[in-house]
């Protein structure tokens, strides 16, 4: 059973940044891909980044391409999503969670608790 928790969230000025961490316990994280996910109040959970297990294959929303970063470090056990140059519509609670690879498979196996961002005009 892998846990995840995530960190680094808080009130930030529009333009501002954040670095969110998700650290890792119970298992190995380069045994899976991570994304990160978020949903604002009244919204549903939409996906924001994801990162192949070696961290060689990025993947971004178009909502925030060119602003955040995904990123790992496998010998840390801990994913790391970079945002840049934030708005208020950015504010959310940020998850991230693991899977293990499997062709054709979507669903994510493990979340984290979320964090909560929230970007002020």
């Known amino acids: 059973q892998v846990q995840l928790v995530e960190s680094g969230g808080g009130l930030v000025q529009a333009g501002g940044s954040l670095r969110l961490a998700c650290a890792a316990s119970?298992?190995?994280?380069?045994?899976?891909?991570m994304g990160w996910f978020r949903q604002a109040p009244g919204k549903e959970r939409e996906f924001v980044s994801d990162i192949t297990r070696s961290g060689d294959s990025t993947n971004y929303a178009g909502s925030v391409k060119g602003r955040f970063t995904i990123s790992r470090d496998n010998a840390k056990n801990t994913g790391y999503l970079l945002m840049n140059s934030l708005k208020p519509e950015d504010t959310a609670v940020y998850y991230c969670a693991v899977k293990v690879v499997r062709r054709g498979k979507l669903e994510y196996d493990y979340w984290g608790q979320g964090t909560q961002v929230t970007v002020s005009s």
């Open positions: 119970g298992g190995t994280l380069s045994s899976y891909a």
